[in-house]
């Protein structure tokens, strides 16, 4: 399936339908708690084909939890009932450690739950594309030497940082790779934390390891969506979108408009209803304005396709849900 095409095609038409970054909710209506649902393909599949089924969402999302490559390279991780599973603890802290840091196999931690899961979901999906969720390259690192202690070690010792990235994106081409081949149509590569760098700092520990990914795994039938949900991503726009993306999805930290004003027009933008505000704590009177408002300032661009700003919570309220895409 062109994914690329069919986006393109919604971004042009004059009722844009919407791809929000929307899995988690379904572990209500399946009745699991969220620590289930990371653990098992196929109730991660059952909440793929549940979110196809039952909205108007362009595409299905695999989960987005965001520890689970970091837990392949032996990261500890927390699990909550209810609450998307937190990384904890360092992997890499030296130079030392970064050296002996091995790039783990796809049979490490559940990164095969997560590959069988988009297999599963293909196989009861037909009529809608597949997304497969994916971390970026940076933010990988973050989570193997700590959020706040990879911004010092940038400074200090940033061959250390670059010998972690490098076996970073070595892995993520592999698991992108293996998602192709179990069927998903693209994938949402989720690099939140490049957004809080200069941007001469985003191109030199996040951009260029981004673009590796993005050209080792793009094809005319297989589409890297990128996105970045930090609130320097404004004056980081232009090194963003020579990154070769198919597509760009943008938080609720930024200026959807703006993004929309400094955007070419042959890049394809999503975003960014906040998913705090509006789907977990909104009202669907405060989501059919929020919609209305983006609408507004963002609809009339050929380059836009509406969305959330980020990952949906998982305890978002589904009248909320079913009111974002009823007031488009």
Known sequence: MDIRAMLWQEARSEKKRALPILSFPASQKLGVTVEELVKSAPLQAEAMALIARETNTLAAISLMDLSVEAEAFGAKVRFSADEIPAVVGQVVSDEEEAEALEVPGLDAGRIGIFVDAVRLAREKMTDKPLLAGMIGPYSLAGRLMDVTEIMYTCYDEPETVHKVLE??????????????????????????????????????????????????????????????????VINMLDGIFAQGAAAYHFGNAVDMEAVMKAAPETELCMGNIDPAAQFANGTPESMTAAVADLMARCGSYRNFVPSSGCDIPAHSRWENIEAFFKAL
């Not at 191109?203 to 039938?221: G, N, R, W």
């Open 167 to 232: 076996k970073a994106t070595k892995f993520l081409i592999a698991y992108g790779e293996a998602m192709k081949q179990a069927g998903a149509d693209g994938i949402m590569m989720a690099e939140p934390l490049a957004g809080i760098l200069s941007p001469d700092m985003a191109e030199e520990f996040s951009m260029p390891y981004v673009k590796q990914i993005v050209e080792a795994l793009q094809t005319d039938d297989f589409a890297v969506i990128y996105h970045n949900c930090g609130n320097s």
